[in-house]
């Protein structure tokens, strides 16, 4: 066909009106000229372009040292030509790099239908689920690796920061960040095509920031659009530069020669340039609590204290915020029926209330069952990302209970996919702090109230217990102590945390609580884990008021104080020591736990700058107390 009889077809268009006499299964004329512009027809809507301000700020996040240009931008529409004639190309490359030289195509902010045809096309170990969820895996690595993780050490900061003993924070200093950094935008610039999300964090307006993450797979696109709170057409338009960039290059490794490095993982973080740089690791939960660790760091700095927490809202706009180390319940629990989610992990507190700092939820899916957690077996559907799960062959139904991969399967899914949730992710200044663990020794009460000391040492002592691992014979259970109940998040140090929060509750009048979840009756092997419905009853008692109008007894040792009676569960649960046939060995559990908590808690005596001498030494009064005269402990 000439150019001229080309040009002389119109441009491809739906009928204005229905011909009934097309409407059975007979052929008719083709509406396109070919092929391709047939499929086009099967998409309406205009192809999505990103503003010119907005492309040349991405082509900025991926500039180097080999690319001085960065690559062109496709928004909405990926089936467009991928390689376009540039002739100023060449112009703008430095000639030292055959990366410098290689044209990449950018996808950004795709939608969820789009990243899950990336993700099937090119992601093997992809599929799609009988929920219609998005199933992929995440290699070697199922978890984060918190060794691995590295903030920059330099002058503008490091006063702020917690360092040594406890602290999470390894240093690397600016010269190695900056090599882990080029490594990982060359190996981005050389990939034939890489994925953009803008979005924020921080659902109140006056605190929302701009996040950027420049990643290779669609996995982990659509992990983010989960996870942060996504834009309206307006915002992307507007967005522009970032304020904090993702470089996620974890498929590839950390060179284990450079400086600092102990292993092909690296997670580098560097406050003062905004950046974050992922090597060896494509856990994309790294990606989420490298975020948090940043607002972690920052808010503060504005008088807003950042929480790993859980938080719901009451038809009376009461408030609760949840604490809890994985396993205690703290996702489960928060998310209830009868109380809308404002969050389910992070959360702000400031002037005018709380806050999600997330726009998503990622809970665990190891042994997920929808009658006892059905809004979040509810939100695994399309546009979900579920994480080494495993699934049926032939009927792709998830079988939660398998654990072949790992027992850390997740969820990721935006927070509107939870029916009862509130929109926007803000609400009152909290009425209840509860602080949940799961005591496998069998020895603290299902639920007692705290004074602000005692609130102030639990947040950071942080207390859980885990059963030891699979080794025939071995049923001892082990302490877990992670500092306000995220220690491998923390920036600053703990008591930074603790007095803000002792400051915020009693200016608001929060009441704190500590709920066990764990066992009753004995320590694992001999008691019996606490039911969820009693544990529900107790959260239920504690909105309704009638738990803190209840007379309450001391216990030893923690001198915790517990109600006597609490509405659909057993009186005699809510003492521990009633539950144990041998009293003797009750009372030596209990002691050696108050041991564990008192040597955990050593590193944090010296109130580490941020309170005074007077304030440490009445938050260390408030833990466990005569318990261990033997040991020397007073």
Same mark, same amino acid.
């Given at each position: 066909?000439?150019?001229?009889?080309?040009?002389?077809?119109?441009?491809?268009?739906?009928?204005? $009106?229905?011909?009934?006499?097309?409407?059975?299964?007979?052929?008719?004329?083709?509406?396109?000229?070919?092929?391709?512009?047939?499929?086009?027809?099967?998409?309406?809507?205009?192809?999505?372009?990103?503003?010119?301000?907005?492309?040349?700020?991405?082509?900025?996040?991926?500039?180097?040292?080999?690319?001085?240009?960065?690559?062109?931008?496709?928004?909405? /529409?990926?089936?467009?030509?991928?390689?376009? !004639?540039?002739?100023?190309?060449?112009?703008?490359?430095? =000639?030292?790099?055959?990366?410098? #030289?290689?044209?990449?195509?950018?996808?950004? *902010?795709?939608?969820?239908?789009?990243?899950?045809?990336?993700?099937?096309?090119?992601?093997?170990?992809?599929?799609?689920?009988?929920?219609?969820?998005?199933?992929?895996? &995440?290699?070697?690595?199922?978890?984060? &690796?918190?060794?691995?993780?590295?903030?920059?050490?330099?002058?503008?900061?490091?006063?702020?920061?917690?360092?040594?003993?406890? &602290?999470?924070?390894?240093?690397?200093?600016?010269?190695?960040?900056?090599?882990?950094?080029?490594?990982?935008?060359?190996?981005? *610039?050389?990939?034939?095509?890489?994925?953009?999300?803008?979005?924020?964090?921080?659902?109140?307006?006056?605190?929302?920031?701009?996040?950027?993450?420049?990643?290779?797979?669609?996995?982990?696109?659509?992990?983010?659009? /989960?996870?942060?709170?996504?834009?309206?057409?307006?915002?992307?338009?507007?967005? !522009?530069?970032?304020?904090?960039?993702?470089?996620?290059?974890?498929?590839?490794?950390?060179?284990?020669?450079?400086?600092?490095?102990?292993?092909?993982?690296?997670?580098?973080?560097?406050?003062?340039?905004?950046?974050?740089?992922?090597?060896?690791?494509?856990?994309?939960?790294?990606?989420?609590?490298?975020?948090?660790?940043?607002?972690?760091?920052?808010?503060?700095?504005?008088?807003?204290?950042?929480?790993? +927490?859980?938080?719901?809202?009451?038809?009376?706009?009461?408030?609760?915020?949840?604490?809890?180390?994985?396993?205690?319940?703290?996702?489960?629990?928060?998310?209830?029926?009868?109380?809308?989610?404002?969050?389910?992990?992070?959360?702000?507190?400031?002037?005018?209330?709380?806050?999600?700092?997330?726009?998503?939820?990622?809970?665990?899916?190891?042994?997920?069952?929808?009658?006892?957690?059905?809004?979040?077996?509810?939100?695994?559907?399309?546009?979900?990302?579920?994480?080494?799960?495993?699934?049926?062959?032939?009927?792709?139904?998830?079988?939660?209970?398998?654990?072949?991969? $790992?027992?850390?399967?997740?969820?990721?899914?935006?927070?509107?996919?939870?029916?009862?949730?509130?929109?926007?992710?803000?609400?009152?200044?909290?009425?209840?702090?509860?602080?949940?663990?799961?005591?496998?020794?069998?020895?603290?009460? =299902?639920?007692?109230?705290?004074?602000?000391?005692?609130?102030?040492?639990?947040?950071?002592?942080?207390?859980?217990?885990?059963?030891?691992?699979?080794?025939?014979?071995?049923?001892?259970?082990?302490?877990?102590?992670?500092?306000?109940?995220?220690?491998?998040? #923390?920036?600053?140090?703990?008591?930074?945390?603790? +007095?803000?929060?002792?400051?915020?509750?009693?200016?608001?009048?929060?009441?704190?609580?500590?709920?066990?979840?764990?066992?009753?009756?004995?320590?694992?092997?001999?008691?019996?884990?606490?039911?969820?419905?009693?544990?529900?009853?107790?959260?239920?008692?504690?909105? &309704?008021?009638? #738990?803190?109008?209840?007379?309450?007894?001391?216990? =030893?040792?923690?001198?915790?104080?517990?109600?006597?009676?609490?509405? @659909?569960?057993?009186?005699?649960?809510? #003492?521990? @020591?009633?539950?144990?046939?041998?009293?003797?060995?009750?009372?030596?559990?209990?002691?050696?736990?108050?041991?564990?908590?008192?040597?955990?808690?050593?590193?944090?005596?010296?109130?580490?700058?941020?309170?005074?001498?007077?304030?440490?030494?009445?938050?260390?009064?408030?833990?466990?107390?005569?318990?261990?005269?033997?040991?020397?402990?007073?």
């Amino acid at each position: 066909m000439t150019s001229t009889a080309k040009e002389s077809i119109p441009p491809p268009s739906s009928p204005k $009106t229905v011909d009934p006499s097309l409407l059975d299964d007979h052929a008719h004329h083709p509406r396109a000229s070919n092929l391709g512009k047939l499929r086009e027809l099967q998409r309406s809507g205009a192809s999505l372009h990103s503003p010119q301000k907005l492309t040349t700020s991405i082509s900025t996040s991926l500039k180097s040292t080999s690319r001085v240009k960065g690559p062109k931008i496709i928004r909405g /529409n990926m089936y467009q030509n991928q390689v376009e !004639n540039d002739p100023d190309f060449l112009l703008h490359q430095a =000639p030292t790099s055959d990366g410098g #030289l290689k044209p990449t195509t950018v996808y950004h *902010n795709l939608s969820p239908a789009e990243l899950y045809e990336k993700a099937l096309a090119n992601e093997p170990g992809t599929h799609i689920v009988s929920s219609g969820a998005l199933a992929t895996m &995440s290699g070697a690595k199922t978890g984060r &690796s918190p060794k691995d993780k590295r903030v920059v050490r330099e002058p503008e900061t490091e006063q702020d920061l917690w360092w040594g003993e406890g &602290s999470p924070n390894y240093e690397i200093d600016e010269h190695t960040f900056l090599i882990n950094r080029e490594r990982a935008i060359d190996f981005l *610039n050389i990939q034939d095509s890489v994925y953009v999300f803008d979005g924020f964090v921080n659902w109140d307006p006056e605190n929302k920031m701009k996040i950027r993450v420049i990643c290779t797979r669609a996995y982990h696109a659509l992990f983010m659009y /989960n996870m942060l709170i996504r834009p309206t057409p307006e915002e992307l338009r507007n967005f !522009n530069d970032p304020d904090f960039t993702i470089y996620n290059a974890g498929s590839f490794p950390a060179n284990r020669f450079t400086h600092y490095m102990t292993s092909s993982s690296s997670v580098d973080i560097n406050l003062t340039r905004r950046e974050m740089v992922i090597l060896g690791t494509q856990y994309a939960g790294e990606m989420k609590k490298g975020v948090f660790s940043v607002m972690h760091y920052l808010m503060p700095k504005r008088g807003l204290l950042s929480l790993h +927490s859980g938080c719901n809202v009451g038809k009376d706009e009461d408030v609760t915020l949840f604490f809890g180390l994985s396993g205690t319940g703290k996702t489960t629990l928060s998310t209830d029926e009868h109380r809308p989610l404002i969050g389910d992990d992070e959360h702000c507190w400031g002037d005018n209330g709380v806050f999600n700092i997330e726009g998503g939820c990622y809970a665990k899916c190891i042994g997920l069952k929808k009658e006892s957690e059905p809004e979040i077996y509810g939100a695994i559907r399309f546009g979900t990302v579920l994480e080494n799960v495993v699934f049926g062959q032939e009927n792709r139904d998830v079988d939660f209970e398998a654990n072949f991969i $790992t027992e850390n399967t997740r969820a990721s899914y935006p927070i509107h996919f939870i029916d009862n949730v509130r929109i926007p992710c803000v609400g009152p200044h909290p009425k209840n702090i509860i602080l949940l663990c799961c005591d496998a020794f069998g020895v603290l009460p =299902p639920v007692s109230r705290l004074t602000t000391g005692q609130a102030m040492y639990h947040f950071i002592s942080g207390y859980t217990a885990k059963v030891a691992g699979t080794e025939v014979g071995v049923t001892e259970p082990e302490a877990t102590f992670s500092a306000c109940f995220g220690g491998a998040f #923390l920036m600053w140090h703990p008591m930074k945390y603790a +007095s803000m929060l002792a400051e915020k509750m009693e200016k608001h009048g929060a009441t704190a609580w500590l709920v066990n979840t764990g066992w009753s009756g004995g320590k694992y092997g001999v008691g019996s884990r606490m039911k969820l419905k009693y544990t529900r009853a107790i959260i239920n008692a504690i909105h &309704s008021g009638e #738990l803190i109008k209840e007379e309450a007894v001391t216990t =030893p040792v923690f001198n915790l104080e517990v109600p006597k009676k609490c509405s @659909e569960v057993p009186s005699e649960l809510l #003492l521990p @020591e009633t539950q144990w046939k041998d009293k003797e060995d009750f009372k030596a559990t209990l002691r050696k736990l108050g041991d564990m908590f008192i040597e955990s808690f050593r590193k944090y005596e010296g109130g580490g700058g941020f309170v005074s001498k007077k304030i440490a030494g009445e938050i260390l009064a408030s833990g466990p107390t005569g318990n261990c005269v033997e040991n020397g402990h007073a």
